[in-house]
């Protein structure tokens, strides 16, 4: 290219990139604080691809066993397989390995944190309506991947914790009727603790095969948000046929590039300063070694509760197992959850809202009660369940006897979640009759803001 | 005269709904307020420029002393402090361009229809089209139909390559006569287990990486012991063996609740650390509290001549979780 080229020119004139450059430079992002959360998780994604790929470098998948040499005493000299081996070398022989390791850790719980507060806000604002029930439902198996991916995750190191975790989820595959033993034995190549392509098979389910649904998902999903433009919160000038808020070029760019950094440093700070899975403490797994107060990473602390609180009910034929108790925890559990989930953009046009139009402007909670309490119901039973998976911590810090507990726990989750709903629709009722409470003066006009070009504050769309 | 009232009815139908039309405005301007939000706003604020400036420098100096840092392998928790630091000012830096330095815009972007129904049927019509003068139709689609299924067999059966099938599940190396070990390979005696206490066996030879090896062996008093009749002979001594492997999700069996005070206290028990299922020994491990839906298998003992702890017979049943057609037993 000679220096006097224009490189704008030189793609435009081959690409035809100027147009759709020009459009989305003005592409038109409205604000609100609880879109940032969605935001929150693809930056979190992007940092753990950048921490991932650093990591996957030095990991090495494999169960052969190996005479660990290395810092940390204890292990020093102790028999342990290839891939515990590499990485207690990544975490404590390679410059920066362990915050590599640590932020990745860390940014694995706010990926998934920050996918269930932007499903929160999506599900009681009604954002799932027509026309977003298919970007929905991408989310939706955004979330899922995103548990299952982190589970992988932890579980490829080969310590304690990652062994009884994959111990209980081999488990679960089994517990499938009709196909569960040959599932499980197919997936782990051979019976538990697994044969030799067991490992490797979990690597490249978490390096490659996850991460590229994941990545191809995210780009739909924002593919499909861009089609409809976003959705916004009502206000003045804004309609359903029009979106407001700031173009993306410049100060939106900006701003949003520096949340993308302010998540990274969040998460780098975490993983330098704030130890996570300290893999040297907990050792190397073997099948007949169990550790008491072992917990699972939060995102799975749900399915932990489930498989803890469900009586020890089998079905059974002629003395013959055919239903395994923890398939109603570990699938059957999840299961009505993640139903639910999808289901919801028709469950809320059949029974709630009873409509077929498009919404661009969303519900507060209180817009529509009986949604808003039946989706506090589901929260409690959820919420209810993950707490009861820490039952056991709460009776060593609160002396709660356990089977107290567990006991109450197994009633609360029937009578809370119907209370939750009752009271979360009266309050949106009651929220709503303060709204058009005289004093208020619904019928007096909106007064539309002076405009002005040497001021901002005024007008009604910052905040 | 019927026909003459529907088409009365259908006639009223229609002027209610022109009227009603003609009330309502439509759907686009219903919601319109008449507000435009839009402005733009070029703030001059030469404060935040040098704040912008300091807030670069500083991120600049946070992230190449990371690069030193990690080539000198320093303390991670430094590493982490600095570039973290590094990235916040980074982050701060740009945050305060795009609220305080660039222009500030709010703008109203009308939003693209969705949904043409034109281009739609024309699209259809397309497709349509593909199969202009094909007579045969239901032979293709059913020949297709075979192709299909074809297709997702090859496709999908190849999985069966991936494993053995559930038939190795059942495996145990536990015959009559197998010495039980202990972690460092050497025999386990009758005395080596005192009363209240539990100890990890292995057999002797064999792979203890499978889930059907390793076995808790405990010792109660054998007055207090309440087996089945046809296992009274499996507990000499009151030494007891059951599978470590949890019945439940496969986890070990890795606690052993022995009674301090016998009145109070409840019995003794072997205890799974992941979801509290609790299995009463000397009731042959009966489930007595948490999720798991059958007893751990036990393995009858003997001990020979040299007070050596030896398998009477293979364990009482499937080892560890259960899957479609286990044995309960």
């Known amino acids: ?463 | 005269m019927r026909r003459l009232l529907w088409r009365v009815l259908e006639l009223l139908a229609i002027l209610r709904g022109v009227v009603r039309a003609a009330r309502e405005p439509p759907a686009d301007e219903r919601d319109d307020d008449g507000i435009d939000p839009s402005c733009r706003v070029t703030p001059s604020s030469p404060g935040a420029e040098r704040a912008l400036a300091v807030l670069l420098v500083l991120a600049g100096l946070g992230l190449a002393a990371f690069g030193v840092l990690i080539a000198v392998d320093a303390d991670p928790r430094l590493l982490g402090a600095v570039l973290g630091g590094g990235l916040a000012c980074l982050a701060a830096a740009l945050i305060v361009a795009g609220l305080r330095i660039v222009p500030q815009e709010v703008a109203v972007e009308e939003r693209p229809p969705l949904g043409d129904e034109r281009a739609r049927a024309a699209a259809l019509e397309q497709l349509r089209g593909g199969t202009e003068g094909v007579s045969r139709r239901r032979l293709i689609v059913g020949a297709a139909g075979a192709a299909g299924t074809g297709l997702a067999a090859a496709a999908v059966l190849p999985i069966t390559a991936l494993g053995p099938g559930a038939h190795v599940l059942d495996e145990s190396p536990w015959r009559a006569g197998v010495a039980l070990v202990d972690e460092d390979g050497q025999p386990i005696g009758a005395d080596a287990v005192p009363v209240g206490s539990f100890a990890t066996a292995f057999p002797a030879g064999a792979d203890r990486r499978e889930l059907g090896s390793p076995v808790v062996v405990v010792h109660v008093d054998p007055r207090t012991l309440d087996l089945p009749a046809e296992r009274r002979t499996w507990a000499p001594e009151g030494l007891l063996a059951f599978s470590k492997i949890c019945t439940h999700a496969g986890c070990a069996v890795s606690l052993f609740r022995y009674p301090l005070y016998e009145p109070t206290s409840d019995a003794p028990a072997l205890v799974c650390p992941c979801h509290y299922s609790t299995f009463d020994v000397r009731r042959a491990a009966k489930v007595t509290l948490g999720p798991a839906g059958r007893p751990l298998p036990q393995l009858p003992l003997r001990i020979d001549a040299r007070r050596r702890l030896v398998a009477g017979g293979p364990l009482s049943g499937s080892v560890g979780p259960a899957w479609w057609g286990t044995q309960r037993g």
């Open chain 1, 1 to 463: 290219m000679s220096p006097h080229v224009d490189p704008v020119a030189f793609v435009d004139e081959r690409l035809g990139a100027a147009g759709p450059l020009r459009k989305a430079l003005r592409y038109v992002f409205p604000e609100h604080w609880s879109f940032l959360l969605g935001e929150m998780a693809l930056y979190a994604f992007v940092v753990l691809l950048a921490t991932g790929t650093f990591l996957a470098l030095f990991f090495e998948p494999s169960t052969a066993q190996t005479t660990w040499h290395g810092p940390y005493a204890p292990l020093d000299g102790a028999q342990v397989s290839v891939a515990y081996g590499s990485a207690l070398d990544l975490s404590l022989t390679v410059p920066g390995g362990l915050l590599m390791r640590q932020t990745h850790h860390w940014a694995a719980l706010l990926f998934v944190v920050a996918i269930t507060l932007h499903l929160l806000r999506v599900v009681f604002t009604g954002a799932f309506r027509k026309p977003r029930e298919l970007t929905y439902a991408v989310g939706v198996t955004l979330l899922m991947l995103a548990v299952l991916e982190g589970y992988v995750g932890y579980s490829l190191l080969d310590d304690l914790l990652s062994g009884m975790g994959l111990a209980i989820g081999y488990s679960t595959a089994l517990s499938l009727p009709g196909i569960g033993g040959a599932l499980g034995t197919l997936l782990w190549d051979g019976a538990f603790p697994g044969g030799p392509a067991f490992v490797p098979r979990l690597f490249i389910a978490h390096v490659f095969i996850l991460p590229a649904v994941i990545a191809t998902l995210i780009g739909l999903h924002l593919w499909m948000v861009v089609r409809t433009r976003h959705a916004q919160f009502p206000g003045p000038g804004r309609r359903e046929r029009n979106v407001v808020g700031s173009p993306m070029w410049p100060a939106y760019a900006l701003r949003s590039l520096g949340w993308l950094f302010a998540v990274a440093a969040v998460l780098v700070l975490l993983g330098g300063l704030v130890q996570i899975n300290p893999v040297w403490q907990w050792g190397p797994y073997e099948p007949w070694v169990g550790e008491n107060g072992a917990q699972p990473d939060w995102y799975l602390g749900w399915l932990i509760g489930a498989l803890r609180l469900m009586p020890n009910w089998e079905a059974a034929v002629f003395g013959r197992t055919i239903i395994p108790n923890p398939f109603f925890g570990g699938v059957v559990f999840p299961g009505i959850v993640f139903g639910f989930l999808y289901a919801l953009p028709a469950v809320d046009r059949v029974f709630f809202t009873h409509d077929q139009a498009e919404h661009h402007l969303l519900d507060r909670a209180r817009d529509n009660p009986r949604r808003s309490g039946v989706l506090a119901a589901m929260l409690v039973f959820v919420v209810l369940i993950f707490f009861f998976g820490s039952a056991d911590r709460v009776f060593l810090t609160l002396s709660i006897p356990y089977e107290l507990q567990l006991w109450l726990a197994r009633g609360l989750v029937f009578v809370a979640p119907a209370l939750a709903y009752v009271l979360v629709r009266r309050w949106c009722l009651a929220l709503r009759r303060a709204d058009a409470h005289p004093l208020r003066a619904v019928d007096a006009e909106l007064v539309p803001p002076p405009r002005t070009d040497d001021t901002l504050a005024t007008t009604a769309e910052r905040g």
